[in-house]
């Protein structure tokens, strides 16, 4: 079993400054891509940045200059930097990490984690 464990999200005034973490643990052979997602009231879950297990990253026009991911291979965690936070990044925010859990290059899975709570206040 894979499990991801977000962390590091709660209440910030507008102007201020988060950073998220995701714990990947169980039967992981490698991590492949891994992103943050986010999911406001009323709307549809959208992508707010990505990774790639070689390092190349890709954000959302809406957080681009503001936030910046990151992730450690070796402790099988990823990271979302966020600053100059505003009320409409207010969302639960997820991650999500596409894993190979066997020696098998089919063996891959996407996995999510449980979320994690962002409100910005202004």
């Known amino acids: 079993q894979v499990q991801l464990v977000e962390s590091g999200g709660g209440l910030v005034q507008a102007g201020g400054s988060l950073r998220l973490s995701c714990s990947a643990s169980?039967?992981?052979?490698?991590?492949?891509?891994m992103g943050w997602y986010r999911q406001a009231p009323g709307k549809q879950r959208e992508l707010v940045a990505a990774i790639t297990s070689g390092g190349s990253t890709n954000y959302a026009d809406s957080v681009k200059g503001r936030f910046t991911i990151s992730r450690d291979n070796a402790k099988n965690m990823l990271y979302l930097q966020m600053n100059t936070l505003k009320p409409e990044d207010t969302a639960v925010y997820y991650c999500?990490?596409?894993?190979?859990?066997?020696?098998?290059?089919?063996?891959?899975?996407?996995?999510w984690g449980q979320g994690t709570q962002v409100t910005v206040s202004s």
């Open positions: 999500n990490a596409e894993i190979q859990y066997g020696p098998i290059p089919w063996q891959v899975r996407d996995y």
């Open positions: 169980g039967k992981i052979f490698t991590i492949n891509a």
